[in-house]
């Protein structure tokens, strides 16, 4: 605990979100960089988790707000299908159906899946996808201007009345007097914002964040139709189940966060759209541990940049078309064939963007207006077919699929954003860089071979 009493001092960010410290006399729980004058250490409790700090009875603080901390899921260690199961619950899965349905989904039982989650947070699924979503409507109460009907059902919650008394139990207060309260703080006069159609959020990560070199890997694969890449802002639209719309996050490294302008025309899923955003800028990873790790190679060492983090498309979906069009063609012409895919299939949003075309509207094309062999459309065909069958999940069994290999499978991987060990190791680029650098031995970089894959490329 000794590095936790010297970050809490130092009130050192890159310990945000790794863990949370309960004051015993106010029994409110705070993040380690709280603004708030630092209590003496007899007073002070430890916990790993906000949900471990609540079910010990304190409730979150107003002024640093522990429901805005990055995410950080270091105290997991090696529980690879925990972490799977929380970004499930993270994302809304346990909003729109049952515990048993989400098990299964992961080949799994549901007092399997219960018991993972008792031995490690000390609550069941069900208790942890209720403290995800009253963290969630805390963070909107503080800076969205949705009324507390909008916000409760944007949290996932099917009733107001329901909401209001989770909240109550867990906050000591209801969600109204929580907004009045705000109105009256000085300390959220930040979070004030003028009337204005689009939500607006803050994400905040864990630095570094490097966002120049996301922001270039971003610049070079725009697709007008659908994006739009400036110096400090990333601008797209998205699908997400019955819901359409945009956002556009800008990068505001003072305060390690991207500012979000979010449009969504059903509020439902308007958690799992924001957890997706999170993904796609790849908010969510500790890059001071996958550098530690990844620089343990001498000869990778030099090519590793602080704070270069993973471009995800949107879902696996748009990945898998973007990596079966560019098969054994460059990037740019890869890109061609997909704004031409966007240009023809997609559906309009607005005057200025498109969607991302559906699996069902590929399948209902017969593509000929792309410019490549006949046996690579039917692969894309196929594909979109898989995908409709199995809505993305067991990737692995797409290489069942002809025209699909280990490169496309890994390049999915990758550019899904939900694998930080896929290594295209067949990768033109990939291959170059290991020769040029004599590196010999990618596997010592598992399991962040994402991760030394994109240092790769940029060494080239």
């Known amino acids: 605990m000794k590095h936790y009493q010297t970050a809490r001092k130092a009130r050192d960010v890159r310990y945000d979100g790794k863990f949370f410290v309960a004051v015993k006399t106010t029994k409110i729980y705070c993040r380690p960089v709280c603004p708030a004058p630092s209590p003496k250490e007899s007073n002070v409790s430890y916990y790993s988790s906000a949900i471990q700090a609540e079910r010990a009875g304190y409730r979150p603080c107003l002024r640093c707000r522990p429901e805005s901390a990055p995410y950080s899921a270091a105290w997991l260690g090696n529980q690879a299908l925990l972490r799977k199961a929380m970004n499930k619950i993270e994302a809304g899965e346990l909003n729109q159906r049952k515990l048993p349905q989400l098990a299964e989904s992961m080949g799994i039982s549901d007092r399997y899946l219960r018991k993972l989650f008792q031995q490690h947070l000390g609550v069941s699924p069900i208790h942890y996808a209720n403290h995800v979503r ?173 704070g270069l983090r993973l471009p995800a498309c949107w879902d696996a979906f748009e990945a898998g078309v973007k990596a079966i069009l560019g098969q054994q063609v460059s990037v740019k012409a890869a890109y061609g064939h997909t704004s031409q895919l966007i240009e023809e299939l997609g559906s309009t949003l607005n005057d200025n963007f498109k969607l991302f075309p559906t699996a069902q509207q590929v399948m209902a094309s017969e593509l000929d207006f792309l410019r490549m062999p006949q046996s690579r459309k039917q692969t894309l065909k196929n594909f979109a077919q898989w995908y409709i069958n199995n809505q993305g999940e067991n990737l692995e069994s797409i290489l069942n699929l002809k025209g699909i290999g280990p490169w496309t499978y890994e390049y999915i991987k990758l550019r899904s954003g939900t694998d930080s060990d896929a290594y295209p190791e067949k990768d033109l680029g990939v291959i170059k860089a290991l020769e040029k650098y004599q590196l010999s031995d990618p596997q010592q970089w598992s399991p962040w071979r994402s991760y030394a894959t994109l240092h790769l490329w940029n060494s080239i």
Not at 166 to 175: I, V
Not at 257 to 274: C, K, P, S, Y
Request: aromatic content about 8%; proline content about 3%; charged content about 25%.
């Open 134 to 306: 009253l963290m969630f409507a805390k963070q909107l109460l503080h800076e969205s201007e949705l009324s507390i009907t909008q916000v409760a059902f944007s949290s996932g919650f099917n009733s107001l009345r329901r909401f209001n008394d989770a909240f109550k139990q867990t906050m000591r207060m209801s969600p109204s007097a929580l907004r009045h309260k705000l109105n009256n703080l000085a300390v959220d006069k930040d979070n004030k914002i003028a009337q204005h159609n689009a939500i607006r959020l803050k994400l905040n990560y864990r630095p570094p964040y490097n966002w120049p070199m996301m922001q270039n890997f971003l610049q070079q694969r725009e697709i007008n139709c659908i994006e739009n890449i400036t110096r400090d802002s990333y601008q797209r639209t998205f699908r997400y189940k019955q819901a359409t719309g945009q956002f556009k996050a800008t990068h505001i490294p003072t305060k390690h966060q991207f500012q979000i302008e979010l449009e969504i025309d059903n509020l439902i899923h308007l958690m799992a759209v924001t957890n997706k955003i999170r993904q796609v800028l790849d908010l969510n990873s500790d890059l001071n541990v996958i550098e530690k790790h990844l620089t343990k190679d001498i000869k990778l060492k030099p090519l590793i940049k602080q």
